[in-house]
């Protein structure tokens, strides 16, 4: 049966069977009992499935991800610890000591300094290209070593909507795969395998959960690369640690999801706690809803903001003014998000004074949730910045960013008119 990804959002992941509970149990078990040491050892040598230890994965965990592989539309899913850590295995998945990665400079700054900083330290490189580049532009970022490409769909904070159809195309012409940072968007306004994208990541801390309660972070494989073509040995040749199996032989289209849990979840171990997987799904059954209201909210907020003379310029991918509104109805024809950035006239001393006059809208750190909230980067998270610092990393410093919430739209904009008004 081919369901509506509202319906998904719901019921994907779980079936119970008779008389066990219509809610997805949180299995609170590190570990799983067998009858005969044999049984076991089939478990460890990949020959048979089943849960033996919950850091590979478990019930829980298991159905949470087979939901959001439905509503990407994958082969599979493995959950994470956090949306970091998600990251972080997607790539060294695929890339080792001496290869490269083409990743868009638009991207979450704690992805950005994983990247630059902590995987250039373990000898994997990076060339950052910006959201202006051309497709010639981009092509020059490749090297003969490069083994993938990142961006965001959408990027958290910049709110840049990514070219993926062209990065999917150029990645597949070097023969290496496309990852996509969909937090966002999310798979109810944005699938990215269905625009070319390889392989999807998520920090589920954000609308997923949409509650602020769990972090948490997902990896899924859309099953369509092919990791034959001779640049990638760690998918065609044989895995000791494995008495020698071979993934792409073994696992077919769900190589890569496959070799990310039996390898690097075996071996690092970020999982997410059955608990927190828990909390995801709740979330997730009710995201189709939240995506619709933050989209209608945060447009309605933009347009508003738009027509105030205290405003000095509003960016919302689904504004008309937006560079980004063509390519966001190609895209997203639904919308995009709940986050919107705008900047307030009269300086820095002015956007402070705004955020001091908001009432309902809370100053919190953390964005996509339920709860309407906001921040000013520049006395906050990006503090440590001069002006002039501030400006070349495109955070000016009267620039507020606000996540809408589910909350009735016009009591959104009674408190945003209020702390505007007392300016
Ligand atoms: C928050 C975020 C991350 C990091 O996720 P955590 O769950 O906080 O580890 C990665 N990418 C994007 C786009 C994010 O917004």
């Known amino acids: 049966m081919d369901l509506h990804i509202n319906t998904k959002c719901v019921q994907a992941g779980y079936e119970p069977k008779n008389g066990e509970p219509r809610v997805l149990p949180i299995v609170q078990s590190t570990t799983f009992k067998y009858d005969s040491a044999e049984t076991l050892g089939r478990l460890f040598d990949l020959e048979e499935d089943g849960f033996f230890y919950t850091r590979l994965t478990n019930p829980t965990l298991s159905a949470v991800a087979a939901k959001i592989a439905a509503l990407e539309g994958g082969v599979g899913a493995m959950l994470t610890a956090s949306g970091q850590s998600a990251?972080?295995?997607?790539v060294i998945n695929i890339c080792h000591a001496g290869d490269h990665v083409v990743c868009a400079s638009a991207v979450y700054g704690g992805t950005f300094n994983l990247f630059n900083k902590s995987l250039r330290e373990m000898g994997i490189s990076f060339t950052f290209v910006t959201p202006d580049a051309s497709e010639s532009d981009i092509k020059a970022a490749f090297q003969e070593n490069t083994r993938a490409v990142f961006v965001e769909s959408v990027s958290n904070p910049s709110l840049d909507v990514a070219d993926v159809e062209l990065y999917a195309k150029l990645a597949h012409a070097h023969g290496v795969p496309l990852i996509v940072d969909n937090t966002f968007p999310t798979p109810v306004n944005f699938r990215p395998f269905e625009w070319g994208a390889d392989i999807v990541v998520h920090s589920?801390?954000?609308?997923m959960d949409g509650h602020a309660v769990a972090l948490g972070g997902v990896?899924?494989?859309?099953?369509?690369?092919?990791w034959t073509n001779g640049k990638f040995p760690a998918f065609t040749e044989p895995d000791e640690s494995y008495h020698g199996v071979v993934y792409t032989e073994k696992f077919g289209r769900a190589a890569y999801i496959t070799k990310a849990t039996t390898h690097l979840m075996r071996d690092y171990g970020p999982q997410q706690?059955?608990?927190n997987a828990f909390l995801l799904n709740l979330g997730l059954e009710t995201l189709f809803l939240r995506m619709e209201r933050h989209c209608s909210n945060?447009?309605?907020?933009a347009k508003f903001l738009e027509t105030s003379d205290k405003i000095e310029w509003v960016n919302y991918p689904g504004l008309e003014s937006s560079k980004y509104y063509e390519r966001c109805k190609k895209y997203m024809p639904n919308g995009s998000c709940g986050v919107?950035?705008?900047?307030v006239n009269g300086g820095r001393e002015n956007a402070m004074r705004f955020m001091n006059n908001l009432k309902l809208i809370k100053q919190v750190i953390h964005v996509a949730d339920a709860r309407s909230c906001a921040l000013?980067?520049?006395s906050t998270t990006h503090r440590q910045l001069n002006d002039e610092q501030l400006e070349q990393c495109g955070v000016t410093p009267n620039l507020i960013r606000m996540s809408v919430g589910i909350e009735y739209v016009d009591d959104i904009l009674a408190d945003i008119r209020q702390a505007l008004e007392a300016l």
């Open 340 to 343: 919107i950035s705008f900047g």
């Open 298 to 301: 945060a447009l309605t907020v």
């Open 273 to 275: 706690s059955p608990q």
């Open 87 to 90: 990251s972080l295995l997607s």
């Open 376 to 378: 000013h980067p520049a």
């Open 204 to 207: 589920t801390s954000k609308y």
């Open 219 to 226: 990896i899924v494989d859309s099953g369509n690369f092919d």
